[in-house]
């Protein structure tokens, strides 16, 4: 599957979908968002049952500024609509793929309830 580009119009709907979406924050002058690109494009085509979304920070700032997003290249996977995974910084290829498949790993009811617990917790 090829990488989409997400915009704020489709984001929301996007990402609480079921299944993995995995989401590349990158601008164009990023250089450790040019060296992850084609690592997040490969990752698509291994992966074809996961999406793989990218927001231009330049074009979405709005987008970016709600999700906290402070540093670029920033990845964040969703899984059944919920948030799994964030980290900002360019991952080679193995750890992209880590990330992927911890992510299918996930028991999501087990996910939910330490969600639940900690809100519960505020």
Do not use: Y
Request: with cysteine.
């Amino acid at each position: 599957m090829a990488t989409i580009n997400l915009t704020a119009e489709v984001f929301e709907e996007t990402v609480k979908k079921d299944g993995i979406v995995l989401v590349d924050f990158w601008a164009e002058w990023c250089r450790p968002c040019k060296m992850f690109g084609p690592i997040f494009e490969e990752s698509s085509e291994a992966n074809s049952d996961v999406v793989h979304g990218k927001i231009d920070t330049e074009a979405e700032r709005e987008l970016g500024a709600a999700l906290n997003v402070t540093a670029i290249p920033t990845l964040m996977a969703f899984r059944d609509g919920v948030l799994v995974f964030r980290q900002a910084g360019a991952l080679p290829g193995p750890a992209l793929q880590q990330v992927v498949d911890a992510v299918r790993e996930l028991d999501m009811d087990e996910v939910r309830k330490e969600i639940a617990e900690h809100e519960g917790a505020k």
